[in-house]
């Protein structure tokens, strides 16, 4: 393929990138890749989280899924704290009481986190108040369902308070959700990734388990997402599929184009979104009658990093030897 002249491919990147991504310098579209095929190993169980890095076709990272419960945000200016949704989690904020008595749980108005990566909409929402610039609890007890292992069965329950983010330290404290002993914690921020991870139930440790956020465009995992009733209702659903790293790429869906024809001219002219679960799960559907996933393989997407490159995916089958729980992709770049 032709690469294109070079005042062209200027005015093109100028217009495909979107304000959020970082200004990079302008580079040359590279010559249209080869169609790769990978399968993405998470078992029949969907055991493992899998993080892939598209412009090397590699896994860069791998961890199980029930490991960690909170992920603490580390971008500069961040406070978030997300739960695990790959384990169904969800939290109850019990408003302000002593910390450490026993919480009746009866009546709680339980939340989940949304699976679109809104900061905003996430449960534990803004857990404090500034106080002469510090980052102070509200005061607010928490009570937190730690969802369910593999086979379905429940973690159980924890109260925990969110004292305060400190020169880039979020202090923290759990303990049964009847009271007993008190475990006192930290996480400093890393500016190398996302998110800090934090296992209550690996024994109160921090756990690096997300790769560099420069080193990875998309994430292989169960996730809760909301789905809603013909009322309008929402109701939390446990999905398998594929969360976006927002910070690094945004996705287009195609139904239009066959495959093999999506090119980078039309990739071009595509709506991006940064929605974390612009991929997410409905690229397969499931048979009640066979009991068996279809993969929808005329279903594309297009994903655009902030260096200005683009991609094209789509799933080709969810199963190895039989064996669901093993996306088979097929990828190029434009």
Not at 99 to 109: E, L, N, R, V, W
Not at 196 to 225: C, H, N, S
Not at 303 to 309: H, P
Request: with cysteine; charged share 20%.
């Amino acid at each position: 393929m032709k690469r294109l002249p070079f005042p062209v491919l200027i005015l093109l990147l100028a217009f495909s990138l979107n304000s959020c991504f970082k200004k990079d310098s302008m580079v040359p579209v590279p010559e249209r890749g080869n169609v790769l095929v990978d399968t993405i190993t998470m078992t029949a169980s969907y055991k493992y989280q899998v993080y892939f890095r598209l412009d090397s076709g590699v896994v860069t990272a791998t961890n199980e899924r029930t490991k960690s419960d909170l992920g603490f945000d580390c971008s500069p200016n961040g406070y978030h704290i997300i739960l695990n949704t790959a384990d169904f989690m969800r939290i109850s904020d019990m408003g302000v009481r002593t910390f450490g008595g026993t919480i009746d749980t009866a009546g709680a108005k339980w939340k989940f986190d949304k699976s679109d990566g809104n900061l905003d909409s996430i449960a534990t929402g803004q857990w404090f108040t500034v106080v002469n610039g510090d980052t102070i609890s509200n005061g607010h007890v928490w009570a937190l369902d730690l969802g369910r292992d593999t086979a379905g069965l429940y973690f159980g329950l924890k109260q925990i308070i969110f004292d305060s983010l400190r020169h880039g330290i979020y202090y923290f404290r759990f303990s049964g959700i009847k009271g007993g002993s008190i475990t006192y914690a930290s996480v400093q921020k890393d500016a190398s990734v996302n998110y800090l991870f934090y296992g209550i139930r690996a024994g109160g440790i921090v756990l690096p388990l997300e790769p560099l956020k420069t080193q990875y465009d998309l994430l292989f995992t169960q996730y809760t997402t909301l789905l809603y009733t013909d009322e309008g209702a929402a109701y939390p659903y446990l999905v398998t599929g594929v969360l976006s790293n927002t910070n690094r790429v945004r996705v287009a869906a195609d139904t239009i184009h066959a495959f093999s024809t999506i090119d980078y001219s039309i990739a071009r002219n595509m709506n991006y979104t940064n929605a974390s679960d612009a991929i997410g799960y409905d690229w397969k559907v499931y048979n009640f009658t066979a009991d068996s996933y279809t993969v929808r393989t005329d279903l594309a997407y297009i994903i655009t990093n902030s260096q200005g490159y683009y991609y094209k995916l789509r799933f080709i089958s969810f199963y190895r030897a039989g064996v669901k729980g093993y996306p088979i992709i097929e990828t190029q770049r434009l």
